[in-house]
């Protein structure tokens, strides 16, 4: 199966930019799951330097400059990804084996201090967006993750109440929303759902980074789906020892697997924000995105 990735962001200014420095993470990274076979990043106006590397995680980012005065700056990323079905049935049947894993044990193995427990380590701490869970928190976690019980299971079944105790309401939050106001609300966006979950459990001991990428989404039957209708979607990353990482999605209530294109990771939304800037102006700005995920070909 390959997508083809469309994804349009333009900053209108209110006055014109002299000058403009960005970190773009529009690139998705290669993983065992998928392979990236083209990318393409065009800017307007030109850009005069743009440089490209990976970040400390290991997502692509390019840096760029704008020193041409300008209203807007429009920025389009387009990838076209290939889903390796053979990779995603190989992680089916690993999983099947997590059930054997209990919450106590994966806490137990945490404790050697082996260079892949090491690494996943960094994610089992507060972050930059996200802080030190509350009690109730963490006992609304505990609530499925109990010591003698499959770690998995437990985790599905968090996954399960997030989405059915939470609401999706957009325009309810922003990333200077507190986590504990969307737990209090139970509402927000897949990003707020997402840094709910890894705060909770991290409270519980356990590693849990932030995805960044996208996901397909199929119109009704019958309808026509409709060019840039698509969105920028979040999801969670749970490390268990001995196996690896593994993806939950609460905002959709499964396990991401073809449909989900995966961008970066990192320990919260501000590590893996497709865009972040510096602009030489002044006045307000107004952002319009446009992302559309297309099926190519199956087999």
Not at 260 to 265: D, N, R
Request: charged content about 20%.
């Amino acid at each position: 199966m390959i997508y083809s990735i469309y994804h349009s962001t333009r900053f209108y200014y209110q006055h014109e930019v002299g000058f403009s420095h960005n970190l773009i993470r529009l690139q998705p990274r290669n993983t065992l799951t998928q392979e990236v076979i083209n990318f393409d990043l065009t800017i307007e106006p030109i850009a005069a330097e743009i440089e490209g590397y990976d970040d400390f995680f290991g997502n692509h980012l390019h840096h760029l400059l704008v020193r041409e005065p300008h209203m807007m700056l429009h920025v389009v990323a387009q990838s076209r990804v290939k889903i390796d079905f053979d990779a995603l049935e190989k992680l089916k049947e690993t999983r099947q084996r997590l059930v054997d894993l209990t919450y106590a044990q994966a806490l137990e193995r945490m404790m050697f201090l082996t260079s892949d427990i090491i690494e996943a380590k960094q994610f089992q701490l507060k972050s930059p967006l996200l802080p030190i869970a509350t009690a109730d928190i963490v006992n609304y976690a505990l609530v499925s993750i109990r010591p003698e019980r499959s770690l998995h299971e437990g985790i599905m079944e968090f996954m399960e109440r997030i989405f059915h105790d939470f609401s999706f309401v957009s325009g309810f939050s922003d990333l200077s929303t507190p986590v504990e106001t969307v737990f209090a609300e139970k509402k927000g966006v897949c990003q707020d759902f997402a840094h709910f979950a890894l705060t909770a459990l991290r409270g519980c001991g356990l590693c849990a980074r932030y995805m960044s990428g996208y996901i397909e989404t199929i119109p009704a039957e019958g309808a026509e789906k409709l060019f840039g209708t698509d969105a920028s979607h979040a999801w969670f990353s749970v490390f268990f020892p001995g196996f690896g990482w593994f993806d939950f999605d609460p905002t959709n209530n499964m396990i991401p697997a073809n449909q989900h294109i995966v961008l970066g990771y990192g320990r919260d939304y501000g590590d893996i924000s497709p865009m972040q800037g510096v602009v030489v102006g002044s006045g307000v700005s107004h952002l319009n995105v446009m992302v559309n995920v297309e099926r190519e070909t199956n087999r």
